[in-house]
């Protein structure tokens, strides 16, 4: 049969699509990107946001338009929102027709073969525990790597479903890890990026112990390893060690992502992140000493309950002072099941959305005048392909992770080159290839 595919939400998630696409290729199905020749398409979802639920609740709308058209088409929910809302999915949407979870996604060659035998819709949210074939995927690019190290999260952040969804956090073997890495690189990848809900509390849970730092130290001295990414880094577990590692091995790409939240210590402390803005700020302050290059950017929320304008104003204060490389907000959502979901929130919609427009603009100022302090320096880019906005473009990623668009032969994707910058932009800047490459 032919699948087809769509993916939201974060990088894990893009890796267990890789997941999916390897066990169902192995199964004798085969990928298309064209939905309407189709067999069986399969949303693997999240449920971090409210805008990604509706969006993913607009393409079940579509699909069952499709399947009004083609009845024998398999629909499949997988993913976070999937785990979360289970059998709700097949009462809401009854054309549905397999609705499975983060921690079974494997049993999903199997559920299809059941769902046709037996003509019922089937909801298998099931914990197989460790998935010891974890790294089997299907990649989009031999070039670079996404490399699960951790799975699930203990920290019960007060707003978020994801320790709910994808169990509690456990670390996988660093002998597995680092043998899976080198066979990448063996195949022809120069970059890996770790992903981990919080990559920082890495192999507390292993019989053997292993911290975060060590296990990069090891990763980055694999011969042939140009460049390792990592994310999504917890404050309240980073380490100096880690500032040291990342700035004594030249492979390790000079970008942290550092998660800020908020910057009032009441609402930190309401969303339980263990940590205030004063040990934000010294962690900050230890990267940009002994990293002066090191790019940061961040997640806020904003409007959170409880926040007042006050509250606000300290993480606009942080802002203006750290001068993120880039940051990704949000409007507070509530997720039912969170501790956050029951919590008073008496600031209208109206406030949050004008204090969302403020933040954006104050940081959208200092993204384009980073990106500008940029030009006419030589970075090292990665091609990734040609530009998603021009395809007369080559896009890449310089290690500091800003997206570079520049003219040149897409034979170049996959190769790391020297690029100069030419201009800037808010999100990414324009260069021109270096004249001795
Ligand atoms: S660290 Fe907090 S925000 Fe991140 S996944 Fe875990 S609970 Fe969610």
Known sequence: MKFFIETFGCQMNENDTERIQFLLENSGHEQTVDISESDVVILNTCTVRESAKNRQYGHLGNLKKIK???KDLLICIGGCAAQDLKQKIIKDFPYVDIVFGTQNIADLPDL???RISTGRSICSIEDNGFDPELFKVRRKHNFKALVPITIGCDNYCSYCIVPMVRGNERSIEAEKILRTIEELVFDGA??????????????????????????LEKISDIKGLKRIRFMTSHPKDFSNDLIDVVKNKDNI???????????SDKILKEMNRNYTRKDYFGIIENIKNKIPDCAIT????????GEEKEDFLKTMDMVKKIRFNRAFTFIYSPRAGTRAAGMEDRITMDEKKQWF??????????SFE??????????????EGNSSKNNTLLEGRMENNTIVNFEGESNLTGKIIPVIVKSARTFYVKGKLARDY
Do not use: C, M, W
Request: aromatic fraction near 6%.
């Open 357 to 366: 427009r403020q933040l954006l603009e104050i940081q959208n100022t200092i």
């Open 298 to 305: 961040t997640d806020i929320i904003v409007g959170f309950p």
């Open 370 to 383: 980073e990106n500008n302090k940029l030009i006419g320096r030589r970075f090292e880019v990665l091609v």
């Open 253 to 263: 790409a000079k970008h942290i992502h550092l998660p800020l939240q908020a910057g």
């Open 112 to 114: 299809i073969n059941r």
């Open 68 to 70: 009004n058209l083609k």
């Open 190 to 215: 120069v970059e890996v990026t770790l992903l981990g809900q919080n990559v920082n509390s890495y192999g507390k849970n292993l019989k053997k112990p292993y911290t975060f730092s060590e296990l």
